[in-house]
């Protein structure tokens, strides 16, 4: 493949809401647009990626989507990864790449070494670290992955195939970084998984707070600022896929949130007995990192 290549003709979504959609419009942004085949259980998500002009044609059924596409990607919840796996792998061309847009990885990949890894041999997961608190094809945007980073871990033994997804993902302005399943989660517990935890429960402590009437005239909701609105943004986003993702995740959220209690011991102790100097020097050494990264 030449450097440069755009390396899929037709391209098979199967479904087409704030991801997969953002994924079809990305794609038919590029100069030489794929063929793109999308599902979804959603009827408005499919109409609507259809009226958009991001998808060609919707099908039924992810078997019937799968039989003449050379990439097929499952922005699916990861929960249903699996089932999906079982729905195409008697129709998917042998020479296809198959990848999925899941924030979680090892579960999968365990799964998929159980029941799917000869069935299934040209597959490398993707992760796009990009999303909304909003879902629907409504939500979905052709430059949600520009800029942003994707995780991409093989699955199976075909390096082909991850390197046909690197030009993909750069070709849509990503930045890859190839990685193991356990490497991925760990990393994605600390950096997107542990704020999703932190935003649920500083919202849960307000609401206790104010429905306590611990302080006479509070109310979050009318007097919050802008980084409590910063923190709750995160908090609007799905309960049921978020749950999923948390239970998938388990052991690395866990240890990220062991280590975070650490760090909120530290600060504790630095606060009660080291007053505004040794909070200063804290602070200054905690930020130390930021001093050579690019404001967003």
């Given amino acids: 493949m030449p450097p440069g290549d755009f390396p899929f003709r037709k391209v098979a979504i199967l479904g087409t809401g704030l991801m997969g959609g953002s994924f079809a419009g990305a794609l038919k942004g590029l100069p030489s647009p794929p063929e793109i085949l999308g599902?979804?259980?959603?009827?408005?998500?499919?109409?609507?990626?259809?009226?958009?002009g991001w998808v060609d044609h919707v099908f039924a059924?992810?078997?019937l989507a799968v039989v003449e596409a050379d990439l097929v990607v499952l922005a699916v919840p990861p929960k249903t990864v699996p089932d999906v796996w079982e729905e195409i792998a008697g129709a998917i061309s042998p020479s296809a790449i198959l990848t999925?847009?899941?924030s979680v990885k090892?579960?999968?990949?365990?799964q998929y070494q159980m029941r799917f890894q000869t069935l299934l041999p040209r597959y490398t997961s993707s992760h796009p670290m990009?999303?909304?608190?909003?879902?629907?094809?409504s939500a979905a945007r052709p430059d949600l992955f520009s800029g942003r980073t994707v995780f991409l871990t093989p699955f199976g033994s075909d390096r082909a195939s991850t390197e046909s997804l690197e030009v993909l993902w750069t070709s849509l302005g990503a930045k890859t970084f190839t990685v193991t399943p356990k490497d991925h989660d760990g990393i994605v517990a600390h950096i997107s998984h542990l704020p999703h935890v932190i935003s649920y429960c500083l919202l849960n402590l307000a609401e206790k707070v104010r429905v306590e009437n611990r302080y006479p005239g509070f109310d979050w909701k009318l007097q919050k600022g802008?980084?409590?609105s910063d923190i709750l943004r995160i908090a609007r986003s799905s309960p049921e896929l978020w749950a999923d993702i948390f239970s998938q995740n388990e052991g690395a959220i866990l240890e990220a949130m062991d280590q975070f209690e650490r760090e909120i011991a530290e600060f504790r102790t630095v606060l009660r007995h080291q007053g505004a100097p040794g909070m200063a020097r804290l602070l200054s050494s905690w930020t130390l990192p930021l001093s050579d990264l690019k404001s967003p």
């Fill in 106 to 110: 090892a579960h999968l990949f365990e």
């Fill in 130 to 137: 990009a999303g909304s608190e909003r879902s629907g094809i």
């Fill in 39 to 52: 599902t979804s259980r959603d009827p408005e998500d499919a109409s609507g990626a259809l009226s958009r």
């Fill in 226 to 228: 802008g980084s409590f």
């Fill in 61 to 63: 059924r992810n078997d």
């Fill in 100 to 102: 999925d847009l899941s």
